[in-house]
């Protein structure tokens, strides 16, 4: 069983960057992929990027170049730095872990209970 916890969310200006942490603990062949999701009311929750266990990443495409997803197995933790956040950057960050490595929300086995951000000038 893998169990995910997320920090670091806050109310930042725009321009302004966070950086997101989720403490892992389980089994590492159930995480071979760590990703980062967020969610807004009225929307569908949205992958942001995803690392494999080779540190592979990809990213969605509007945070491209602002934002920065890690992994550090031996310390059992993935982040995600967030740089130059936009408005529509708002919403709860949810860690996830799976086997496969992609932003599909629903090939993902293990959800945190998120975190919020919210960027409001």
């Known amino acids: 069983q893998v169990q995910l916890v997320e920090s670091g969310g806050d109310s930042v200006q725009p321009g302004g960057s966070l950086r997101l942490s989720c403490a892992v603990s389980?089994?590492?062949?159930?995480?071979?992929?760590l990703a980062w999701f967020r969610q807004t009311p009225g929307k569908e929750r949205e992958g942001v990027a995803c690392i494999a266990r080779e540190k592979t990443t990809y990213y969605e495409r509007s945070v491209r170049g602002r934002f920065t997803i890690s992994r550090n197995d031996a310390d059992k933790m993935v982040y995600l730095e967030m740089n130059n956040l936009k408005l529509e950057d708002t919403g709860t960050y949810y860690c996830?872990?799976?086997?496969?490595?992609?932003?599909?929300?629903?090939?993902?086995?293990?959800w945190g209970q998120g975190t919020q951000v919210t960027v409001s000038a």
């Open positions: 996830a872990a799976g086997p496969r490595w992609n932003l599909l929300p629903s090939v993902y086995d293990y």
């Open positions: 389980g089994p590492p062949s159930d995480y071979y992929s």
